[in-house]
């Protein structure tokens, strides 16, 4: 489908959205005074600006008065009932503010919310629309449909998809004839007939299924298609029925169009192209057409052919007719522009992920009902912080004043930066209450990419006043201004679009510099200044926490797997012990280990931390190494597209002198046979003592795979080092089942691994109210494949899919012991989904070793005889499946009878 872009121009200068409409007319008695074209003109650009604006966070539009008025003027009823109409006639207040400042003007644009519109209705539609192009028929009028009756409309289209049709309107044209009412009902006698006389009068009037149109005297054609693009539609979207060209809807009386004025085989084929051009959207799995005949009447005048007229009868629809494209605006980038059809419909329609099987074991952080147009829904696992948790624990407000975060980081910025604590205590000295947020780099916490120079960003949540962005300089930089405005419109947007804050918000911005003598200098922040309303000042600790709860959204959350199960966007948060591992000063931690305890999130750690490497140090994703043992592993990472991703084998085999940055996961099951692996990234990461590079190592002793030398440091080296103690991955059964093995694990560990670490288990953290299900079997191997093949089928019933289950063997030999008995077996159940390549990212069951699938988890686990040649390690191996499983662990140990 062709977008459209508007002319409208997306101010760069701001720390948020500002679209620049150009002169318009403001004052009610002014714009009367102007032309209807040009008054509907500058209509349409104000309502496109705030449709777009309303769509993409919010924002600002700004007018250049075209009037010469110095005193205060108003909008004018127009464009105020313009942009009513857009919020579905809320209150104006609600989505709008205005200010004059000298010959600008400007409306203050919230972002779009459904839960401040009528807050005892369910019609609340997603984004915000200029037209639906939806008409539907009621009685005898046409309408068209609003942004909430048309969700009502399709919302209701799609709960009753699977069902029947309603009721359909008579008349051989829909082949549903009932003989009893033939001889008594007139609309049938009359659409049975093959001509009509000049002036006879319909003996029926107009319904919920007729229509009479007359032809128009000029353009007969283009007047029939327009007549076509609105009546048919409607029609097709209510109960179908009739439109009778040619009749005056007053009188009755048949008056045609003149054979001398139309072609009747060129009419019938332009009105047949017309309804077959329509755009339909189906809610069911049928994909029909509109279903329609076109039959032209021969109008006869004392028995002399005179003209023609036209009876089009249509049926109901299953889904959706469109008579066009949605109008409704975004701003992608720098432009304004339109939303297909297909966005439109899949925006307006957006709803939370059902949950009700497959994830029941997480909670709503944010839920699409309530939050903005592009926000995505945000999830945690029971059992975890909640982001109000996160954010008390992250950012406190507390009534004692200000309040600096983090404090280690505050003392590191002041004691290396000296007159740093001067300046910042001017600029916030009469602050009585809120938070100032410390970061080496705002832009990089945002996925911006870092600026040389900067000493520190600081943000500052306080009360009676907007949120501020502070950036301070080692020195003036005519580049620090247009940095802090990027960052501070990043941070803007996605406190918006990805926290779901629904307030009215802006960022403003002020640069600061420390002078080469360190004497504490300031400056303003933004060339471009625009004063926002009192309303955007917070006024309260309410305000300031819930515009903090969204800033932990978007600090703390990462694209969940439940996203490629889910088939849409989802968002997990981060541990508050996780995040504070992942917000560390990557120039002042360009080493560590952290040990993770199974299931604690160590490669989404690994995942986000690479994220943060790339825009810390400004490098390309070939300069940045992940390096693992198994090669699922490696082509689950090698997806994510922001990093090289390579086996230990292979790492030993190539030159990697080039790579600027290490990342190393599942370290425990590396062993020395092809070298000494850390010596080596060692020697990369560490070849330029001036050019910081980060070597990050993640393990877990409890999950060592071999007894043969691991090759990393001894324990007393392993330093700087942290620990990961929240389990986050399994539900509560298999997490007790996990602990009951570690200490087994603790008691009896390998001789190539250190005692000291796994006392770990000790401070182990559960989610111990997420239900899933332990089952632990001894059956013989028929009995076995049989097990797995039933479970999966009901499983399967029950609205699990292929890609929720992996069946873990104790070798790769074993892989295919297992595998045809595995594959008859299931396709006696017909089912065709099993596959022994570990990519979960496809639509299919895996089967693969324990080994193969470290670092890897799937909802449902089913492992089969997981025992070992080397005594010594059966405990970690169990540790090792167990931990990959969500939801479900089957253990199926095989039996000799």
């Not at 002319?7 to 102007?34: A, C, F, H, M, P």
């Not at 074993?814 to 077996?825: H, M, S």
């Not at 080994?851 to 005889?865: A, D, N, P």
């Amino acid at each position: 489908m062709e977008r459209h872009y508007s002319r409208l121009v997306v101010e760069s200068s701001y720390s948020d959205l500002v679209i620049n409409v150009g002169r318009v007319t403001l004052g009610e008695s002014n714009r009367k005074r102007l032309q209807k074209v040009q008054r509907e003109k500058e209509k349409m650009k104000v309502s496109q600006a705030a449709c777009a604006l309303l769509n993409s966070g919010g924002g600002v539009i700004q007018l250049e008065m075209a009037n010469n008025d110095e005193n205060l003027v108003e909008m004018g009823l127009d464009l105020e009932e313009a942009l009513r109409t857009l919020i579905l006639f809320s209150n104006l207040q609600a989505f709008f503010e205005t200010k004059q400042q000298g010959s600008c003007y400007y409306i203050f644009v919230k972002s779009w919310s459904s839960d401040t519109l009528l807050e005892n209705t369910s019609v609340k539609p997603r984004i915000c629309s200029l037209s639906s192009s939806l008409y539907c028929r009621s009685g005898t009028s046409v309408f068209l449909m609003d942004s909430g009756k048309a969700f009502h409309f399709l919302k209701t289209k799609k709960t009753n998809a699977k069902r029947t049709s309603g009721k359909e309107p008579f008349g051989e044209i829909f082949k549903v004839i009932h003989p009893d009412l033939r001889d008594v009902d007139p609309t049938y006698c009359v659409f049975k007939k093959d001509h009509f006389e000049h002036g006879e009068v319909m003996p029926f009037p107009e319904s919920q299924f007729i229509e009479f149109k007359q032809f128009a005297t000029k353009h007969i054609e283009k007047y029939t298609k327009d007549t076509i693009l609105e009546y048919i539609p409607a029609f097709a979207n209510t109960e179908g029925g009739y439109l009778v060209i040619g009749v005056d809807d007053k009188s009755r009386k048949v008056l045609g169009c003149a054979k001398e004025n139309v072609d009747r085989d060129s009419l019938k084929k332009k009105i047949e192209e017309a309804i077959q051009k329509l755009s339909c959207v189906h809610f069911c799995q049928s994909q029909c057409q509109i279903d329609f005949t076109v039959k032209i009447l021969d109008v006869l005048a004392k028995g002399e052919l005179y003209g023609y007229a036209c009876v089009i009868g249509v049926k109901r629809f299953c889904g959706a007719v469109f008579s066009g494209v949605p109008s409704s605006w975004m701003v992608k980038g720098n432009d304004v522009c339109s939303l297909t059809t297909e966005e439109w419909l899949s925006m307006m329609m957006d709803t939370d992920p059902d949950l009700t099987e497959l994830c029941k074991d997480f909670e709503s952080q944010l839920s699409l009902s309530n939050s903005p147009p592009q926000s995505r829904p945000v999830y945690s696992k029971k059992g975890l912080e909640h982001k109000k948790e996160l954010q008390q624990l992250l950012f406190p407000v507390t009534s004692e004043g200000l309040k600096y975060t983090p404090e280690s980081l505050q003392e590191e910025l002041f004691s290396q930066n000296e007159g740093l604590k001067e300046l910042m205590k001017r600029q916030i000295d009469r602050v009585s209450q809120g938070i100032l947020i410390l970061s080496t780099s705002w832009a990089v916490d945002l996925n911006l990419e870092e600026k040389q120079g900067v000493i520190c960003d600081a943000l500052l949540i306080a009360q009676n006043k907007p949120p501020i962005l502070y950036t301070i300089l080692r020195e003036q930089d005519a580049e620090g201004r247009s940095y802090c405005t990027r960052t501070a419109f990043a941070l803007k947007q996605k406190l918006v679009n990805v926290g779901g804050y629904t307030g009215n918000l802006c960022i403003t911005t002020k640069v600061l510099h420390l002078s080469p003598e360190s004497s504490a200098q300031s400056s303003a922040g933004s060339g471009s200044v625009i004063d926002y309303p009192s309303s955007y000042h917070l006024a309260d600790i309410q305000q300031m926490e819930a515009l903090l709860q969204s800033l932990v959204i978007v600090l703390l959350g990462f694209r969940s797997l439940l996203s490629d199960q889910l088939g849409c966007e989802v968002l997990n948060l981060l541990t508050a012990k996780q995040y504070k591992i992942f917000s560390k000063n990557l120039r002042k931690s360009k080493e560590l280990f952290i040990h993770g305890l199974p299931g604690s999130g160590k490669t989404i750690m690994a995942i986000k931390i690479m994220e943060k490497i790339r825009n810390t140090f400004h490098c390309e994703t070939n300069e940045i190494l992940y390096i693992c043992e198994n090669q699922p592993l490696r082509n689950f990472i090698r997806s994510k597209n922001i990093c090289q991703a390579v086996t230990r084998k292979s790492f030993m085999k190539h030159d990697f002198s080039y790579i600027q940055h290490i990342i190393i996961d599942e370290a425990q099951n590396f062993r020395t046979e092809d070298g000494d692996w850390y010596r080596k990234a060692k020697t990369i990461t560490q070849r330029d003592v001036d050019c910081p590079r980060i070597l990050w190592i993640f393990l877990d002793y409890f999950q060592t795979s071999h007894v043969e030398h691991i090759g990393l440091p001894v324990l007393s080296a392993q330093y700087p080092r942290e620990k990961l103690t929240r389990v986050v991955r399994n539900a509560g059964q298999i997490a007790g089942y996990v602990q009951y093995i570690l200490q087994k694990v603790r008691k009896n560990p390998p001789c190539n691994i250190p005692h000291e670490p796994l006392k770990m288990c000790l401070e182990a953290k559960w989610a111990r109210d997420v239900q899933g299900t332990l089952n632990i079997k001894n059956l013989t191997l028929n009995a076995i494949v049989m097990h797995v093949a039933d479970t999966c089928k009901l499983l399967f019933e029950r609205g699990y899919s292929p890609k929720d289950v992996a069946v873990l063997v104790s070798t790769t030999k074993d892989v295919e012991k297992y595998r045809q008995k595995l594959l008859q077996a299931m396709r006696n159940k017909g089912i065709e989904c099993l596959t022994n390549d570990s990519d979960v990212g496809g639509d299919h069951m895996v089967l693969d070793s324990v080994r193969r699938f470290s670092g890897l988890e799937r909802s449902i686990v089913f492992g089969i005889h997981p025992s070992t040649v080397e005594p010594a390690i059966s405990y970690n191996i169990l540790v090792c499946l167990a931990s990959r499983a969500n939801q479900q662990l089957h253990i199926l140990w095989q039996c000799d009878v």
